[in-house]
């Protein structure tokens, strides 16, 4: 759930490689949100690339946010959920 606020709010997502994060990364984009192994170096160099790439990741952080809102917000649930209703 964290994650998923962090997207709303258009944050870059950098996130441990564990099941429910992959599947997550599956279901958004993989380009996305940055899986990372729980070790010192990657995460090190994940943080340098953020630092060194501001616009390109603020920019992914923005695409992350329409896709949420586009796949998980309450207004295209409840569509989706009356759709399926209807049929």
């Known amino acids: 759930t964290s994650i998923l606020q962090a997207m709303s709010m258009s944050l870059p997502i950098f996130a441990s490689k564990v099941e429910g994060n992959k599947n997550l990364a599956k279901y958004i984009s993989k380009k996305l949100i940055n899986l990372v192994n729980n070790n010192e170096q990657e995460i090190i160099k994940?943080?340098?690339?953020i630092v060194k790439n501001k616009k390109k990741i603020q920019k992914q952080s923005i695409i992350i946010r329409k896709i949420i809102i586009d796949k998980l917000s309450l207004v295209n649930f409840f569509?989706?959920?009356f759709d399926v209703i209807k049929n």
């Open 46 to 49: 994940k943080i340098n690339f």
């Open 79 to 81: 569509k989706k959920y």
